[in-house]
């Protein structure tokens, strides 16, 4: 069954650094996200990306964030200047085209640990 | 304005019994979409189930079941003859029209614990 991928799966960052977290989506799929799950907590919507342009980002999705989708299958978030509460868990989705309301499927996340 | 509440943060149950995950939603929208999603202990995110607001017939899957009560705004999920391996947090959420995307606003979470 196809499933999205995302890199690294762990990454650890000084705080101030830039990080880019990478995603290859579904591969016949047209709408993706970007979660982010703090320890514990709840998932949290960051963006949501279509016909290569953002089509709904959270109070969260601040001007640190921004994503791209540099090629055919990859979708990039990228961090900034990274602080200390950016350490959280990330999760990729994307869900196919047609009619509403397609369940979004998940990568395996990368854990961001700010240092 | 979107919200998903589950009340219940932790239920710990011993293996073979029967357990109701509560879910209570609210939206403004009349077309809106109801999900359940498990977080096993790895980490990752699985899709259970979704749901549309027209449909309220309730799903049977196995030992999964889904009880949809648009009257009261719930979604919940039962597991009869509950096994070790379900244990997870299991998250429920709902997607609207509002915001111009179909987000997934997440409830925060119930933690399943089934001991043997």
């Known amino acids: 069954e196809p499933e999205v991928t995302q890199t690294p799966s762990h990454q650890v960052t000084q705080m101030g650094q830039e990080v880019i977290l990478r995603c290859v989506p579904i591969?016949?799929?047209?709408?993706f996200y970007w979660y982010r799950q703090i320890l514990g907590q709840k998932v949290e919507f960051l963006v949501s990306?279509?016909?290569?342009?953002?089509?709904?980002k959270s109070e969260i999705f601040d001007d640190q964030f921004s994503v791209e989708r540099p090629d055919g299958s990859n979708f990039t978030l990228k961090i900034r200047s990274t602080k200390l509460e950016d350490s959280a868990m990330y999760f990729c989705?994307?869900?196919?085209?047609?009619?509403?309301?397609?369940?979004?499927?998940f990568g395996d996340g990368t854990r961001l640990s700010i240092l | 304005a979107q919200k998903v509440t589950q009340a219940q943060t932790e239920i710990s149950v011993v293996e073979k019994e029967d357990v109701t995950l509560d879910c209570v939603y609210e939206?403004?929208?009349?077309?809106?979409?109801l999900f359940w999603y498990k977080q096993p202990p790895s980490g990752e995110l699985v899709f259970l189930i979704r749901?549309?607001?027209?449909?309220?017939q309730n799903e049977i899957s196995g030992r999964y079941s889904w009880n949809f009560q648009k009257s009261t705004s719930s979604f919940n999920f039962t597991i009869t003859a509950s096994q070790v391996v379900d244990s997870a947090v299991y998250f429920c959420?709902?997607?609207?029209?509002?915001?111009?995307?179909?987000?997934?606003?997440f409830g925060k979470g119930t933690k399943l614990t089934v001991n043997p």
């Open positions: 749901r549309n607001s027209f449909d309220e």
């Open positions: 591969s016949n799929h047209l709408y």
């Open positions: 959420a709902l997607s609207d029209s509002q915001g111009g995307s179909e987000k997934l606003v």
């Open positions: 990306f279509y016909n290569n342009e953002i089509s709904e």
């Open positions: 989705a994307s869900s196919g085209q047609g009619f509403r309301g397609q369940p979004q499927h």
């Open positions: 939206t403004r929208d009349t077309t809106y979409y």
